[in-house]
């Protein structure tokens, strides 16, 4: 059993779950990113189980789990369904961006499929940070439309001040670029609870 963290969601080891889930999720499985490096996937979630929860809970003052969990028809069908699960370390990047949001000083919005997305979603070709949970895609910052090169840049300059660590793709067109949002990341980061079983437990 994993005791209760302050987050009001129970906490899950995503190898307990059912097989629908972890055929879906792969927990603590190995996979590949872009430049063929290995990267293992988180195995510890939050279970939601249901929109209205989601739509209630603030992670930070200015971020609700809602907007870190928006997908579309491109998800695998588990996982727009509820329970769903999403990484612990979905709250990091909820503390990164409100962090981000109070540099800024106005509203900062996450596009459809910009926050959390599952391994098996229909736009990952390889390993992907917005997996663990610890990637944003923002299409507005304020009244900006962040969706060209000023605004990326202008954006991705506050953010590499403010966040120490993260990461923000460069302005540019193809594989590893953006050009019509800001999207930052804090790597492959995973969140192991305190009373989690040993590492290497099933490694």
Not at 16 to 42: A, K, N
Not at 104 to 130: I, K, L
């Amino acid at each position: 059993m994993i005791r209760q963290p302050s987050i009001p969601l129970r906490m899950v080891d995503g190898r307990e779950l059912e097989e629908e889930y972890r055929s879906v999720l792969r927990p603590g499985e190995l996979v590949r990113d872009r430049d063929g490096r290995t990267r293992r996937l988180p195995r510890y979630f939050y279970e939601v189980p249901s929109w209205d929860a989601a739509l209630s809970l603030q992670l930070t003052p200015h971020f609700g789990l809602w907007e870190l969990l928006d997908v579309d028809v491109r998800e695998t069908p588990v996982m727009r369904d509820f329970p769903r699960y999403v990484p612990c370390a979905i709250a990091l990047l909820a503390t990164h961006l409100e962090v981000f949001r109070q540099e800024v000083g106005t509203v900062v919005r996450v596009a459809a499929n910009g926050g959390y997305r599952s391994p098996a979603h229909g736009v990952n070709e390889h390993a992907s940070t917005h997996s663990w949970g610890t990637a944003a895609n923002i299409y507005l910052v304020g009244s900006d439309l962040v969706d060209d090169r000023e605004k990326i840049e202008k954006y991705g300059k506050i953010a590499r001040k403010v966040l120490p660590g993260i990461w923000a793709r460069p302005y540019g067109h193809g594989p590893g670029f953006t050009d019509d949002h800001l999207h930052l990341d804090l790597g492959f980061a995973t969140v192991v609870p305190h009373d989690a079983p040993d590492e290497e437990e099933g490694a």
